[in-house]
């Protein structure tokens, strides 16, 4: 007689079904241990709450209002082939950076000694890159650059502007940077020399900003104010006062938008950021990505000053015949983040500080390794490497607390930029 074979499967089945209940448990332990261990695991990037602390790096950031005092860690500037671009001496670079449409070459626009600002092309961000020459034949600096039906727009601001001409009596409207004005001009090419003056934006003066650090966003916009085509040309600029403002602009973006000083509005004050206080300056904003609009600008100081104690020609880290004063570490600039769910404010630091009311704002870049003071940055996307954070910097050597002596001036430096689970940027060196 054969003996009754479900009762031979029933056990079989009995171990077979426990087997695999324990290798489940053990799968399942071994990944709550991975997962808990693992640097840097994080959720899908879909997911995007609104608020949080997440980031790649666990924690806050250090940025303590008084200076940044955190230990995170950088990574250097993606590698570059040839000259990196830069001054020769201490003016800082205020990188602006465009991809021409119709051959794909890179064009970087920057502040320049003699301030008729520079031009360098590269068919890659990884370089060569060649110097043009000057970008302009006048006065320019903190070059802000875009394109619009085929027609490219830079916004800079020329210093020393006669306000008293047009009956401003305020004594400081003559004082340097705050007698400062935005230009716009505009070229098909790009090229040097190319550029056609269309005139200054005529932003009223006012103590509580300076008129300089522009940089143009264009949103969608279903507004009875908006363009044609559904969109708004909004502008940020201001530099150390009382911090960051945004204001409209017409349709194209060679004027200020009517009524347009009523639609002002106050984006970022920090005044604690660094000694002396209420040191922010040159806005970029990005967006909106997933909702969000993204301000970045730049907290410290940007550059060194003359040391009056030090010899001729014996200056801390300066070019020959300079005598520079480097500031700390935590008061040097460094690149700082707010975002909103709107370009007109409301933006607050990834531990929830409002970054007009609460002096908030959260660090994505610092001085590390031989990288000082990087700032007057920008976000841009590229075809090649993707989304990158761009920026200046200074080659420092923190052993003498001075700049590197046989690399001078500023330097253009760029890092992959990402975002974390919550949706908060990060550089990145991968």
């Given amino acids: 007689m054969i003996p009754p074979r479900p009762l031979l ?40 709450p609104d608020s949080g602390t997440g980031n790649n790096n666990t924690g806050d950031d250090g940025y303590t209002g008084d ?12 590698s570059i082939t040839g000259i990196i671009p830069h001054n020769r001496n201490y003016i800082t670079l205020d990188p602006a950076l465009i991809r021409r449409r119709s051959d794909r070459r890179l064009f970087l626009l920057t502040t320049a000694p003699g301030k008729r600002g520079a031009t360098w092309t590269a068919d890659s961000l990884r370089g060569p890159w060649t110097l043009q020459g000057d970008t302009l034949a006048e006065q320019g600096g903190a070059p802000d650059v875009h394109v619009l039906n085929a027609t490219h727009y830079l916004m800079l601001h020329n210093q020393h502007f006669p306000y ?19 230009v716009v001009h505009t070229s098909r090419t790009l090229e040097p020399g190319s550029w056609v003056r269309q005139g200054r934006l005529e932003i009223t003066w006012a103590a509580r900003y300076n008129i300089l650090d522009a ?5 969608e916009d279903s507004s009875p104010t908006a363009t044609e085509g559904g969109q708004r040309h909004l502008l940020t600029f201001g530099s150390y006062q009382e911090g960051l403002f945004q204001i409209p602009l017409a349709d194209p973006p060679l004027a200020l938008a009517p009524n347009a000083m009523q639609q002002i509005t106050h984006l970022e004050r ?13 806005g970029f904003m990005y967006g909106p990505r997933k909702g969000w609009y993204y301000l970045f600008f730049s907290s410290g100081r940007c550059c060194p000053r003359p040391d009056p104690d030090a010899p001729k020609g014996r200056g801390r880290g300066g070019a020959p015949g300079q005598n520079m004063l480097w500031m700390r570490d935590d008061n040097a600039y460094r690149v700082v983040v707010c975002r909103s769910r709107r370009p007109r404010g409301g933006f607050v630091d990834r531990l929830g500080r409002d970054c ?13 390794d031989a990288v000082f003071a990087p700032g007057g940055q920008g976000v841009f996307e590229d075809e090649v490497e993707g989304l990158v954070l761009y920026y ?39």
């Fill in 356 to 368: 007009l009311t609460e002096d908030g704002g959260s660090v994505v870049l610092a001085s590390h």
């Fill in 164 to 182: 008293d001409t047009i009956g401003v009596t305020h004594p400081e409207a003559t004082v340097p940077w705050h007698d400062a004005s935005i």
């Fill in 215 to 219: 940089a143009l966003i264009t949103v």
């Fill in 67 to 78: 200076g940044y005092t955190g230990a995170l860690q950088y990574p250097n500037p993606e």
């Fill in 392 to 430: 200046h910097y200074i080659y420092y050597d923190k052993t003498l607390g001075a700049a590197d002596s046989s690399r001078t001036g500023f330097f253009f430096g760029w890092n992959k930029l990402r975002f974390d689970q919550r949706g908060w940027p990060y550089v990145d060196g991968a």
């Fill in 9 to 48: 499967w029933s056990r079989r089945k009995k171990w077979l079904l426990g087997g695999l209940a324990g290798l489940c448990i053990v799968g399942l332990i071994l990944g709550l241990s991975i997962g808990l261990t693992r640097p840097g695991s994080t959720q899908s990037d879909n997911t995007d």
């Fill in 270 to 282: 920090n005044a604690s950021a660094v000694s002396p206080r209420g040191q922010t300056e040159a």
